[in-house]
């Protein structure tokens, strides 16, 4: 994570990342309509691991879906925080199609069960 991200995303794509994911509130100028591939719902504040997920942040998915299709939108709704065996259904079911699961996997006895 870096401040003013925005001055920086051509070098990181120029670098070969396929995937750059920018918080809106660190870019007061970052364009929201049809340059996003995917947005980035947190369900944790940032900043370490093994929080836990913050369950009144699921409505947020299900804006964010409503939003994407309005606009008709091609856009991958990501969701970071908390994802574990508990905790992933409701995002999925809320909208999310990619999980960011960090302590449900390195924090697992069987890292390639948790990953399964």
């Not at 001055?7 to 340059?35: K, M, Q, R, Y």
């Not at 409505?59 to 939003?67: A, M, N, R, Y």
């Amino acid at each position: 994570m870096i401040e003013n991200p925005d001055i920086n995303i051509s070098d990181f794509a120029l670098a070969g990342a396929d995937i750059i994911s920018v918080l809106a509130e660190t870019c007061p100028h970052l364009h929201l309509t049809d340059e996003v591939d995917i947005a980035l719902i947190m369900k944790v504040k940032p900043g370490f691991g093994g929080q836990s997920f913050i369950e009144n942040m699921i409505p947020k998915i299900d804006q964010l879906v409503k939003l994407i299709d309005e606009c008709r939108l091609l856009v991958e709704i990501e969701v970071d925080g908390g994802i574990n065996l508990q905790t992933f259904q409701a995002c999925v079911e809320a909208g999310a199609n990619v999980l960011v699961a960090g302590s449900a996997i390195y924090n697992a006895d069987n890292r390639i069960s948790a990953i399964e």
